[in-house]
C-alpha cells in the first residue's frame, strides 16, 4: 500500500476527546476518500474530497469533519468522539473509481 | 439502491485446489469492478480491476470475469495456497465518486 500513508496507526479516546486522522499520498491522485471499516457492516464512505479546496459527505457523514488543504493531503477530524465511532478507519485515493488504500487507522473510543 | 453480495461469507479448502469466489451485484450500470484482498489488520490491497466495457482480468494465478447483464463476478485462483489465505472483497463503482463494497469472503487454505 505505499503511496497512501495514515497516521496515527492506533489511537484510544475518551468519550467528547477530540483527533485528527492524517491521510498524504504521493501517488498524484485528484480523489482521496475517508472510509471506514466496521465488522458486518463493511466499508461505508465517510467524505470525500474530489480535488483539492473540494469535500464533499458520503454515506455516514455525521460526527465527522473533513479538511483537504492540497493535493498530497486529507485529514479526518472528530471534534467529540464517541464509542459508536469506534472502528477502522482508511483512506483511499483513487481516479475514474479504481481505488488505492492506506494501511488504516483503528480507533478505539472508550 | 446498488447492492453488492458475497456468497460464501468464509470458504476453508485444501492446499493446491482450484476456487472460485462469487460476487454479485444488483444493478448492472457500473463503471467498473475491482476485487480487493485484505490480511487481517491490514489495508485493502487491489487485485484485478474489470472495466465495464471487459469480460475478463488475469494476473498470475488470479483471473477475474464480470457479466454485467446478469449482474455478477467471479474472481478464480488456481492452485490455491496457504499464502492465499485473506479476506478478498469486491466493489462496484457505480459513478459520482461511489463505490459499493461486499461484505467480503474469507478465505482459509489448509497446508
Known amino acids: 500500500n505505499a503511496g497512501v500513508t495514515q497516521t496515527p496507526k492506533f489511537q484510544v479516546l475518551k468519550t467528547g476527546q477530540s483527533m485528527t486522522l492524517q491521510c498524504a499520498q504521493d501517488?498524484?491522485?485528484?480523489?482521496m476518500y475517508w472510509y471506514r471499516q466496521d465488522p458486518g457492516m463493511g466499508l461505508r464512505l465517510i467524505y470525500y474530497?474530489?480535488?483539492?479546496?473540494?469535500?464533499d459527505k458520503g454515506e455516514v457523514p455525521n460526527g465527522y469533519n473533513v479538511s483537504r488543504l492540497n493535493k498530497r493531503e486529507f485529514s479526518l477530524r472528530l471534534e467529540s468522539a464517541a464509542p459508536s465511532q469506534t472502528s477502522v478507519y482508511f483512506c483511499?485515493?483513487?481516479?475514474?473509481?479504481?481505488?488505492?488504500f492506506g494501511e488504516g487507522s483503528r480507533l478505539t473510543v472508550l | 439502491k446498488q447492492e453488492v453480495t458475497q456468497i460464501p461469507a468464509a470458504l476453508s479448502v485444501p492446499e493446491g485446489e482450484n476456487l472460485v469466489l462469487n460476487c454479485s451485484f444488483t444493478?448492472?450500470?457500473?463503471?467498473?469492478l475491482q476485487w480487493f484482498r485484505q490480511d487481517p489488520g491490514k489495508g485493502l490491497t487491489s487485485l484485478l480491476l474489470?472495466?465495464?466495457?471487459?469480460r475478463e482480468q488475469t494476473s498470475g494465478r488470479l483471473n477475474a470475469s464480470l457479466d454485467k447483464s446478469s449482474g455478477r463476478s467471479t474472481l478464480y485462483i488456481a492452485a490455491s495456497q496457504p499464502g492465499d489465505s485473506a479476506t478478498y472483497l469486491c466493489?462496484?463503482?457505480?459513478?459520482?465518486?461511489?463505490?459499493?463494497f461486499g461484505a467480503g469472503t474469507r478465505l482459509f487454505v489448509k497446508a
Open positions: 483511499a485515493l483513487g481516479n475514474t473509481g479504481e481505488l488505492f
Open positions: 501517488m498524484n491522485h485528484n480523489s
Open positions: 474530497s474530489a480535488s483539492e479546496g473540494t469535500t
Open positions: 444493478d448492472s450500470a457500473i463503471y467498473n
Open positions: 474489470i472495466q465495464s466495457s471487459q
Open positions: 466493489a462496484a463503482y457505480t459513478g459520482g465518486f461511489k463505490t459499493i
